[in-house]
Every structure is written in structure tokens, then in C-alpha cells.
């Protein structure tokens, strides 16, 4: 008889089981990905995101005053301009006033049509930029900002570059009825499909 306390004997497995090896390996690789690899939450692509801070609204701001400067119906799209001096909180007031009318089907008492005879209505797609210097407020200027950040400026001429109109947005609200998920989105500052945003950028709805 062997003195060893496990002698090998025929017919037993040696050392230790194939499963509890595997299953060790996969729990290894779970502590790697969860422990080393960033999470895609954290990830932030460039320019896809903008700040997601809160944006100050004070209830008691008196509306701003607005003037259409521009309609460019081959983009459906209309420029605004408001007062230098409007604050944030008024813009953002604004861009809910709208989503109101909206709502309501009042908005062609504020603002032009963009889709005239639209079985959706008369503003069934439409870009509605507010700037404050009306030079940024001219048909050239939204018809940049409306191809976004990476239409070929070989093929569209820019007069004035996309990044420096962008700068120049201080409200955005797009309107897309197709899309029945999110027809409304609404923004302090611009962002294009592309994710590509304004420093001032901030989501209102």
C-alpha cells in the first residue's frame, strides 16, 4: 500500500475539474472588461454630447420679443432674431412657447410655414434657428448650419464657416412630425444630426 494520502488510481480524474477551470476563466474575463475596460456610459464620443447640466430658468422672465428674418422653405426652415440682451431662460421660454402653439395648432400665427398643404400640417418638418446678429440670420447662413458640420464644402460654398455660425445659434427647435418618437427637440445653442454641438450647447427638450 502507498503511504501518500490520494494515491492515483485508475479510472479518476487527476487535478482539478475542466468546468471549474472554464468557469474561473469567464469570471477572470468578467473582472477585466467590468474592472478595466471604461463603460460604454462613461464613453463620450467628440462632439456628440453636449453639457447635460439643468438650464436656469427664471419663471418671472418676461417673454422675449422676436422677428422672422428669413424663411428658406427648401431647407423648411425659418431664422429668428431676439435682442442682444435676451437672457437663456427667455430663449428657452421661447422654444417652449412654440411646442405650445405647436401643440395647439396656432403655431402659423407666430411663425411662416415651412410645409404649406402638408397633410401633417404647415409645419410638418421644420428648423427654427434664433440668433441675435441678423447677419447669421440670412438664407446663406441657415442653409449651412441645416447640411451640418459635414457636407462638402467643395460642394456647398460656406461664406461663413459651420463652426462659426453654429456659435452664433442661441436657440434651436426642430420639428419633424414623420418622426413620431421625438417630432419635437428643442436646444440652447445648436447641434447638427451628427452630434457636433455648439460650446453653449444645452438640450430643453
Same mark, same amino acid.
Not at 487527476?14 to 463603460?39: D, E, K, N, Q, T
Not at 398643404?117 to 441645416?146: E, M, W
Given at each position: 500500500?502507498?503511504?501518500?494520502?490520494?494515491? &492515483?488510481?485508475?479510472?479518476?480524474?487527476?487535478?482539478?475539474?475542466?468546468?471549474?477551470?472554464?468557469?474561473?476563466?469567464?469570471?477572470?474575463?468578467?473582472? /477585466?472588461? /467590468?474592472?478595466?475596460?471604461?463603460?460604454?456610459?462613461?464613453?463620450?464620443?467628440?462632439?456628440?454630447?453636449?453639457?447635460?447640466?439643468?438650464?436656469?430658468?427664471? @419663471?418671472?422672465?418676461?417673454? =422675449?420679443?422676436?422677428?422672422?428674418? *428669413?424663411? $428658406? +422653405?427648401?431647407?423648411?426652415?425659418? !431664422?429668428?432674431? $431676439?435682442?442682444?440682451? %435676451?437672457?437663456?431662460?427667455? =430663449?428657452?421660454? +421661447?422654444?417652449?412657447?412654440?411646442?405650445?402653439?405647436?401643440?395647439?395648432?396656432?403655431?402659423?400665427?407666430?411663425?411662416?410655414?415651412?410645409?404649406?398643404?402638408?397633410?401633417?400640417?404647415?409645419?410638418?418638418?421644420?428648423?427654427?434657428?434664433? =440668433? !441675435?446678429?441678423?447677419?447669421?440670420?440670412?438664407?446663406?447662413?441657415?442653409?449651412? +448650419?441645416?447640411?451640418?458640420? #459635414?457636407?462638402?464644402?467643395? +460642394? &456647398? @460654398?460656406? %461664406?461663413?464657416? /459651420?463652426?462659426? %455660425?453654429?456659435?452664433?445659434?442661441?436657440?434651436?427647435?426642430?420639428?419633424?412630425?414623420?418622426?413620431?418618437?421625438?417630432?419635437? !427637440?428643442?436646444?440652447?445653442?445648436? *447641434?447638427?444630426?451628427?452630434?457636433? #454641438?455648439?460650446?453653449?450647447?444645452?438640450?430643453?427638450?
Amino acid at each position: 500500500m502507498s503511504d501518500e494520502p490520494h494515491p &492515483y488510481e485508475e479510472g479518476k480524474r487527476a487535478g482539478v475539474h475542466p468546468l471549474i477551470v472554464i468557469l474561473g476563466i469567464l469570471l477572470g474575463l468578467w473582472l /477585466f472588461v /467590468f474592472l478595466i475596460v471604461p463603460s460604454s456610459k462613461n464613453k463620450q464620443a467628440t462632439g456628440t454630447e453636449g453639457p447635460t447640466g439643468p438650464v436656469i430658468e427664471d @419663471p418671472e422672465a418676461a417673454p =422675449v420679443l422676436f422677428k422672422v428674418q *428669413a424663411t $428658406v +422653405l427648401d431647407m423648411n426652415a425659418i !431664422s429668428l432674431t $431676439v435682442p442682444p440682451e %435676451a437672457t437663456e431662460s427667455q =430663449v428657452a421660454g +421661447l422654444l417652449k412657447l412654440f411646442k405650445k402653439d405647436r401643440l395647439s395648432g396656432t403655431l402659423t400665427d407666430l411663425l411662416p410655414a415651412t410645409t404649406a398643404g402638408h397633410k401633417l400640417g404647415d409645419h410638418a418638418v421644420a428648423d427654427i434657428f434664433i =440668433v !441675435s446678429d441678423a447677419q447669421y440670420a440670412q438664407p446663406d447662413v441657415i442653409r449651412i +448650419l441645416t447640411r451640418g458640420a #459635414h457636407a462638402p464644402g467643395n +460642394l &456647398y @460654398p460656406q %461664406a461663413i464657416p /459651420f463652426e462659426v %455660425a453654429m456659435e452664433a445659434i442661441r436657440g434651436h427647435y426642430r420639428i419633424d412630425l414623420n418622426d413620431t418618437g421625438n417630432p419635437d !427637440s428643442a436646444s440652447l445653442g445648436f *447641434a447638427d444630426e451628427s452630434g457636433v #454641438h455648439s460650446k453653449h450647447y444645452r438640450k430643453i427638450f
